[in-house]
């Protein structure tokens, strides 16, 4: 079992910055691919960004592509997702998910996520 609390969210200018941070506890992180997702009202929830296990391997959308990084610490059971140059189409509840295979290459297929968090609001005004 993993829990996942996400956090940084809040409400920036077009062309801000943001990092959030999602901290897992109760099982072996470090074994998980673990993924970005967000949804803003009335849509589907859609990918971000994923991470492999050990971070040697990483997907994007490509809305973000050249914009948004995932990184992680395994060290300190954290994932993250620095994001810049934000526009108003950013705006969302991003959520952080788990992959439940290890060593799995997860990438952004959203039915291997099934650990997920609460969600952390991104708001960009323009």
């Known amino acids: 079992q993993v829990q996942l609390v996400e956090s940084g969210g809040g409400l920036v200018q077009a062309g801000g910055s943001l990092r959030l941070s999602c901290a897992a506890s109760?099982?072996?992180?470090?074994?998980?691919?673990m993924g970005w997702f967000r949804q803003a009202p009335g849509k589907e929830r859609e990918f971000v960004a994923a991470?492999?296990?050990?971070?040697?391997?990483?997907a994007y959308a490509d809305s973000v592509k050249g914009r948004f990084t995932i990184a992680r610490d395994n060290a300190k059971n954290t994932l993250y997702l620095q994001m810049n140059s934000l526009k108003p189409e950013d705006t969302a509840v991003y959520y952080c998910?788990?992959?439940?295979?290890?060593?799995?290459?997860?990438?952004?297929?959203?039915?291997?996520?099934?650990?997920w968090g609460q969600g952390t609001q991104v708001t960009v005004s323009s």
């Open positions: 991470i492999n296990w050990n971070g040697g391997s990483t």
């Open positions: 998910a788990a992959d439940r295979i290890p060593y799995r290459w997860a990438m952004g297929e959203r039915h291997s996520y099934v650990y």
């Open positions: 109760g099982s072996i992180f470090s074994t998980y691919s």
